[in-house]
C-alpha cells in the first residue's frame, strides 16, 4: 500500500469514527441516570464501599475519596495526591461503639492507596476534537485480620481530616450449614441491573458472587457519550457503578472475577504464548478499583485467585490470561485442587467469565479450547460446580464432560442474566437455532493460543434438538441465583427473576454423586446413564430421613406422574417445575417447599 493511500485510508477512517461519535449523541442512553448514583457531600466524602473476604478471618475494606474527572488533552485535570488524605476503618462489634481501627500505612500490607490517569486518543471519544484524559478518584483498601466468623461487625470508613462515612455492617462468614451464595454475571448498569441489586440485597446471603463484565463502561465513548463503537470507556461510569452496587457490597463480601471488557486494553486476535504471564489486567480501572485475594500483600492486580468461604473453597480463573498446562494460571489451579482440604471445605466450586457449556447461539464453544485445557483438571478433582456468565443469559445444564452428561463431572451453570442485554442491545433468542451454525468464529477479543479466529470447521458443533444436558433456559429477562450449601453432600440452586424476585423461576437440588473415581479420566466422554429408577432412588434419599412413612408413597407417585417421567435421566438433580416440587414435596412430608 502506498503512502497515499494509507494516509487516505486514515482520514477516512478519522472520518468514519467521528460520524460514529455524532450518531451515537443522538441515542437515548439506557443505563440509570448518572444524576441517581452522583457523589454526595464536599469532594472527599468517603463513598463506593465495599468488602471482600480476604481470608477466613480477615476483611479487605475498600472505599473511593474524591471525585473522577475527565478534560481534554490540553487541559487535563490534575490528579489527585495519595497523600492528601490518610485511610482510615473504624470498627466494632457495637454499632455505636466502634472500639478498633487499622490506620492505613499505604504499605501495601495492611493497606493501600491508588489512583490511575487514564488517556485517549481523539478516535476514543474526543473533546474539543482533541484526546480524552480520564482521572479516577484515590481508592483506599485497608485488611480488617483477626476476625471471627460468624460474628457481626460494624464499621465506618474515612479519615480525620476529610470526615467519615456512615455506619455499615457485615457479618463474617463462617463454615457452617446452610451457606448461601448470591449469584449473578453481566450485570451492567441498566434500570435491570440495579432490579437484580436490590432483589439480591434484601435477601440473607453469607457472600456473593460477580462473575465478570460489571460495569459496562466500554458502552460509552471516553467523552461520556453513550454507545462506543470503537476501543474506550468513561472511566467515571465506574464510580456510578460502584456507588449502585453499595447497597449490597458494602454489607456482604463480594467476590468478583474479571471479564473481557475489563482485561484487555485492545482489539484484535492475541495469542497466548507466555508461561509467566500472572495476569493481563491491562487497564488500570480494574486492577486499582477491585483487589483481588492473594496471601500476602493487599495489593494485586490477579486476574485468578482461590479463597475459603464458609464449607467451599473458590477458585476464580481468567479465560484472557494463560491457561495450557505450561501457564502460571494452570500450575496454579493443579496446585489449588491439590490441596483441597476435603474435610474443610467439602464443596469445590470454580468460577470463570467465559462461558464453556451452552446451547445459546451466543458465544457458543467461544472459549472451548481453555474448556478442553482445563477440564480434564476440574474432572480429575472432582471439582462440585462451574459457574460461568458471558453469554447474558440463564441456562442451568446437567453434569457435563467433553460435551456430554457425566455424572461424575462438575455441574454446569450459565448466570449472564444479571441486567446488561446481549450483544449490548440484541438479547439472546430462544432456539431455534440451538447453536451456531456454520464457521464458529472466534470474537477477536478472546485470545486463544492458536492466533485463529475460527474453530475448526470439521468439528461437530450443532444441535437440531435442545441437547438433553441443557434442562432449563432462559433468555431476554434478567435477575440473581441464589446457591446453599445445604450440607456436605447436598446443594440447592434457586433463579429469580427480577419481575418476581421472591418466588423461584428454576430450582435444583443437587446431591453429590457416589461410586465416582474421578482421578480416572472417562475414555470417552459419558459415563453410565442413570435410569429414571436410579434417579428417583437417589432423590427419595433426601426426604426419607424426613418423613420415612411417606418416602415409598412419594416413590411410587413419582414415577407414576406423566409430567415427571417426561424428564428422563436428570443425573442426580432434581428438575421440575416450582409447582411440581411443591406437589412433591407437600405429599412426601407435609410440608411446605421451602422447607426442604
Known sequence: MGLLT???????????????????????????????????GPEFSPDQVR?????????????????????????????????????????????????????????????????????????????NDEGTVAVSPIFHHVLLKELRPGKKYYYR???????????????????????????????????????????????SVDAVLS????????AYWANGTYNCAGVCSYQPRWDIWNRMMQQLSSKVPTMTIVGLPTMLASRGHKILTSSTLTSTLKG???????????????????????????????IALSNAAPYGPDSVQYKFLERELENVDRKRTPWVITVVHGVWYSSFVDHFKENDEMRKMVEPLLYKHGVDVVLNAHAHSYERNTRMYEWEA??????????????????????????????????????????????????????????????????????????????????????????YLND??????????????????????PASAGGRVLTGDDEWSNQVSLSEGRCPLQHTLLRKGLLANPTLTS??????????????????????????????
Open 6 to 40: 494509507k494516509m487516505v485510508s486514515a482520514a477516512l477512517v478519522g472520518l468514519i469514527i467521528h460520524a460514529c461519535v455524532a450518531i451515537a449523541q443522538t441515542l437515548t442512553d439506557p443505563d440509570v441516570p448518572a444524576t441517581d448514583f452522583a457523589h454526595q
Open 51 to 127: 468488602i471482600t473476604l480476604w481470608t477466613p478471618t480477615s476483611m479487605l475494606v475498600s472505599w473511593a475519596s474524591g471525585v473522577g474527572k475527565v478534560g481534554p488533552t490540553s487541559n487535563p485535570p490534575a490528579p489527585y495526591n495519595v497523600n492528601y488524605i490518610g485511610s482510615q476503618v473504624q470498627y466494632g462489634r457495637e454499632g455505636n461503639k466502634l472500639s478498633k481501627s487499622v490506620t492505613g500505612r499505604n504499605d501495601g500490607k495492611l493497606s493501600k492507596r491508588v489512583t490511575y490517569t487514564y488517556r485517549y486518543s481523539a478516535n476514543s471519544g474526543p473533546i
Open 157 to 203: 470508613v474515612g479519615s480525620k481530616k476529610t470526615g467519615f462515612s456512615k455506619v455499615f455492617n457485615f457479618i463474617m462468614p463462617e463454615n457452617k450449614y446452610p451457606f448461601t451464595f448470591g449469584v449473578f454475571g453481566d450485570l451492567g448498569q441498566r434500570p435491570d441491573s440495579l432490579a437484580t441489586v436490590k432483589n439480591l440485597a434484601a435477601k
Open 211 to 218: 462473575l465478570g463484565d460489571q460495569s459496562y463502561v466500554d
Open 284 to 314: 488500570p480501572s480494574q486492577k486499582n478499583r477491585t483487589f483481588l485475594p492473594t496471601a500476602d500483600t493487599v495489593y494485586s492486580n490477579n486476574s485468578f485467585w482461590a479463597v475459603t468461604i464458609g464449607p467451599a473453597r473458590v
Open 406 to 495: 457425566n455424572e461424575c463431572a462438575p455441574l454446569y451453570i450459565l448466570n449472564g442474566q444479571g441486567g446488561f442485554p446481549g450483544e449490548y442491545e440484541v438479547v439472546e433468542k430462544d432456539p431455534p437455532p440451538f447453536c451456531e451454525t456454520g464457521v464458529l468464529k472466534i470474537p477477536p477479543y478472546q485470545p486463544t493460543y492458536s492466533g485463529k479466529g475460527y474453530i475448526d470447521p470439521t468439528i461437530p458443533r450443532c444441535f437440531s434438538t435442545l441437547p438433553d444436558w441443557s434442562k432449563k433456559r432462559m433468555a431476554g429477562q434478567f435477575g440473581h441465583s441464589v446457591l446453599t450449601l445445604i450440607d456436605d453432600q447436598t446443594l440447592e440452586w434457586k433463579m
Open 500 to 521: 418476581n424476585p421472591d418466588v423461584p423461576y428454576d430450582r435444583a437440588i443437587v446431591t453429590k454423586p457416589t461410586g465416582c473415581n474421578p482421578s480416572l479420566l
Open 567 to 596: 424428564l428422563g435421566p436428570t443425573y442426580f438433580i432434581w428438575y421440575a417445575s416450582i409447582e411440581v416440587l411443591k406437589e412433591i414435596e407437600d405429599l412426601a412430608c407435609n410440608q411446605p417447599s421451602q422447607k426442604v
